[in-house]
């Protein structure tokens, strides 16, 4: 998406080369921002769920 913006934004003003290249680097800090606080979160869950030792165990006590 970011991607298509920018192109586009280049062809709409290609007169104006700077302000099509600071427009379309200011667009891109939210992306970066939010991959940045999102990235912590991600590895929060991913711990947890898929290097836990005792999930994927097979258990040797059953009740039958």
Same mark, same amino acid.
Do not use: E, H
């Given at each position: 998406?970011? @991607?298509? *913006?920018?192109?586009? *934004? +280049?062809? +709409?003003?290609?007169?104006?080369?700077?302000? %099509? @290249?600071? $427009?379309?680097?200011? %667009?891109? $800090?939210?992306? =970066?921002? /939010?991959?940045?606080?999102? =990235? #912590?979160? /991600?590895?929060? $869950? =991913?711990?947890?769920? +898929? #290097?836990? #030792? *005792?999930? *994927?165990?097979?258990?040797?006590?059953?009740?039958?």
């Amino acid at each position: 998406m970011m @991607i298509a *913006f920018s192109s586009s *934004f +280049f062809l +709409f003003y290609s007169k104006g080369r700077w302000i %099509a @290249i600071l $427009v379309s680097c200011l %667009a891109g $800090v939210p992306v =970066y921002l /939010f991959c940045k606080l999102q =990235y #912590r979160l /991600f590895f929060d $869950v =991913y711990r947890p769920t +898929f #290097r836990s #030792r *005792f999930m *994927f165990k097979a258990r040797k006590d059953m009740l039958y």
